[in-house]
């Protein structure tokens, strides 16, 4: 038998998967944009990757989460230009 508190449960998990899909398909473009940007970038005859931009990244990201902000932005980074 499902109570109230059951019901508000699952209610809020189908928010946290729609949110869940959400970010992958964002996380999917933003790979796709940073690897056009290292292209573009080395087809220039610049280099693959702007260390001061990820520095910028990843400060932004430790402001808003702290350690876990930092972490995240750490494998955003590495999933669009691979590992350094």
Do not use: Y
């Not at 699952?10 to 944009?33: M, N, S």
Request: glycine share 10%; hydrophobic share 50%; aromatic share 2%.
């Amino acid at each position: 038998m499902s109570t109230p508190v059951d019901s508000r449960i699952e209610g809020f998990r189908a928010d946290i998967t729609a949110i869940d899909e959400q970010i992958l398909g964002l996380v999917a473009r933003r790979i796709e944009l940073s690897r056009e940007v290292g292209a573009l970038r080395m087809a220039a005859g610049g280099t693959r990757l702007s260390l001061s931009r990820e520095q910028v990244i990843v400060d932004r990201f430790t402001v808003a989460l702290g350690a876990d902000g930092t972490a995240l932005a750490m494998l955003l980074l590495k999933a669009g230009r691979g590992r350094l």
